[in-house]
């Protein structure tokens, strides 16, 4: 009998083919509170966060940019007075539908929806000037595999950029936050969110992740030239870049 592989979802080993359903479940549990949790979370800094991640992007007018795992359109909207077409995708319907009407109460008409696996995109080969994606990559079944489609969708001279969650370096920190996030993060998802479980994966799935200069080396393997990693606070944070030349 062949055994299953098994991938990590949080601290919990489960089957290759049920991380998927499991991530999705959680997306769309937390679907109509995402945003509003992100400030609670965070105490607000997720937008600083987003607004130099955007910064960084640089987006210009007439460039294609493929938003992934886009959701509640948050890095999209801050892209688009910039004359870009964006492309937001994400593989939740629930979290596209928070954006969709997002959009629809600010009266912005200019975004592109999409329903989109990170690790089998339904675009064809060199068709975007930039990719994009905030704290999503963590949550993909194989990440070497979106980035793999990341680099197939770029353009020659096109750029990726990732935000995602690390591990800070700062001496005393990383046990005062190891303490937040699990042991305070879960409870303000129960208080805010009603779902204490989600916000423990979420938790989990950051402690899971590559440290930063080994998802740099992921970014290279993946084709990609002239990888930078910005981090911010001490690391907690990062911002990773790379070129396809």
């Not at 937008?47 to 959701?71: N, S």
């Amino acid at each position: 009998m062949i055994e299953s592989k098994t991938v990590s979802f949080g601290y919990e080993n489960v089957a290759e083919n049920e991380k998927a359903d499991k991530v999705g479940h959680v997306f769309s549990s937390v679907a109509s509170k995402y945003d509003v949790m992100n400030d609670a979370m965070s105490a607000g800094t997720h937008r600083l966060w987003k607004d130099r991640f955007a910064r960084r992007v640089k987006p210009q007018d007439g460039e294609e940019i493929l938003d992934m795992a886009g959701g509640t359109g948050d890095i999209a909207f801050r892209m688009v007075d910039s004359g870009a077409n964006i492309t937001v995708a994400d593989i939740n319907a629930d979290m596209l539908a928070e954006g969709v009407d997002r959009a629809i109460k600010k009266g912005e008409g200019r975004l592109v929806w999409s329903e989109q696996d990170a690790e089998r995109l339904n675009f064809p080969d060199a068709h975007f000037d930039a990719y994009t994606i905030v704290f999503g990559i963590r949550n993909v079944t194989h990440i070497e595999q979106a980035l793999a489609e990341a680099y197939r969708v770029l353009r020659y001279g096109g750029r990726f950029y990732c935000m995602e969650f690390s591990k800070t370096l700062w001496p005393g920190f990383d046990k005062v936050y190891n303490f937040y996030s699990h042991r305070v993060l879960p409870k303000i998802g129960k208080a805010v969110a009603n779902d204490e479980n989600s916000y423990r994966y979420l938790a989990e799935s950051i402690d899971k992740f590559p440290a930063m200069d080994k998802f740099e080396e992921m970014i290279e393997a993946a084709g990609f030239s002239q990888t930078k990693v910005e981090p911010m606070m001490g690391g907690l944070v990062a911002i990773h870049s790379g070129w396809k030349v």
